[in-house]
């Protein structure tokens, strides 16, 4: 048999057979599809610097609701730390009561003393011109006026008591408050103004503080607080001096402790954020920068201070900030990351 016919045959199958394995091939790998939408990937803005950010083309912005807004140059004064308890007021009625008993106490053997003593020195008049009163009587009167004298000082020792009772714990300022049962002291006894006991977080010993602190309440408010007067005691945790401040009672209650600040030292560069830009993840505050239209990276925003508008940020470059959507941002970049993990 000739070796021709074979080796033609030999070829042809094997021809055959590549053809299969490329179709086959082909079969197995899907079509790349133009018109599929691309994902957002966390992307480094620069080689050298690894910060993670995310990509999102025009319409996915619109979608996600994404808006940004200048954040501006800013020098800020620096600022104390201090922490803000809110105080029962019934120690302080208690005290309040107390020395509005005495007083009254006072008035009352006041009275009694100026009456016995008019009575007593009556009879005695009548006595010396023509002895139409007895001696019983003279005597019964001393005696009144007298034991009515000794009532009237102890009831005033009793005052001074209430009084310095109070001012080893309330100080002198609002025991004075107290006394004089003004409108100051009735918004205070009527709980439409709190009684804040500050102290500076540092347990520095502080000798003045301002007029006027900033107060966060529990709602996430800034309100401004106003000095009373210097406390008594010490803080027995931090070991500072501690000062009295008053304050609006809307969003706060006794019981609570507040983080309170108050202007010190010098200017602080940084910048001033929206008020809806900062948001928290793994414990820190950050805010998205749009580095290029639709490219947008997360920096930290540390020791960001409340203001009445926004934020102001300390040591954060002026820069065009995710002022809207930003936790839409941080749900798109974290599954970025974990679908590039996968992939990985």
């Keep these: 048999m000739s070796r021709a016919p074979i080796l033609a045959a030999i070829a042809a199958s094997t021809l055959t057979l590549v053809a299969m394995l490329a179709w086959q091939h082909h079969s197995s790998t899907p079509d790349k599809d133009p018109g599929a939408r691309v994902e957002a990937k966390p992307q480094a803005a620069q080689d050298d610097d690894k910060r993670p950010g995310v990509v999102l083309d025009k319409e996915a912005l619109e ?15 620096a600022q104390s730390q201090a922490i803000a308890t809110v105080l029962s007021t019934q120690e ?35 006595h010396t011109l023509d002895r139409n009163v007895s001696d019983r009587a003279l005597e ?26 109070a001012q080893s714990r309330w100080g002198q300022a609002l025991t004075a408050l107290m006394a004089a049962h003004g409108g100051p002291w009735q918004r205070l006894a009527a709980g439409q103004t709190l009684l ?20 966060d309440d529990v709602s996430g408010e800034l309100r401004q607080a106003r000095l009373l007067s210097v406390a008594p005691t010490v803080d027995a945790h931090i070991q500072g001096r501690a000062f009295f401040y008053v304050m609006d009672a809307h969003g706060a209650a006794p019981g609570m ?9 010098q200017q602080v560069p940084g910048a001033l954020l929206p008020a809806d830009a900062l948001l928290w993840w793994q414990g820190k505050q950050w805010a998205y920068v749009e580095v290029s239209p639709g490219h947008f990276e997360r920096r930290e925003a540390s020791a960001a201070r409340r203001q009445d508008k926004g934020w102001f ?10 002022s809207r959507g930003a936790q839409a941002l941080l749900s798109q970049e974290l599954r970025s990351a974990i679908k590039v993990g996968e992939e990985e």
């Design 63 to 77: 979608q996600a609701g994404i808006q940004t807004a200048p954040a501006t140059k800013a020098l800020v004064q």
């Design 92 to 126: 302080l009625l208690d005290s309040a009561a107390s020395i509005a008993a005495a007083k009254a106490q006072a008035v009352r053997a006041s009275a009694a003393l100026d009456a016995s003593r008019r009575d007593y020195e009556r009879i005695k008049g009548l």
């Design 140 to 165: 019964a009167a001393e005696a009144t006026w007298r034991g009515d004298e000794a009532s009237a000082r102890a009831t005033q020792e009793a005052l001074a008591i209430a009084q310095a009772t």
């Design 196 to 215: 804040l006991r500050v102290v500076a977080s540092t347990g520095a010993s502080t000798s003045a503080m301002p007029i006027t602190i900033e107060v």
């Design 257 to 265: 402790v507040l983080e309170a600040r108050f202007n010190a030292g």
């Design 313 to 322: 940020v300390p040591g954060f470059e002026a820069a065009t900030v995710v």
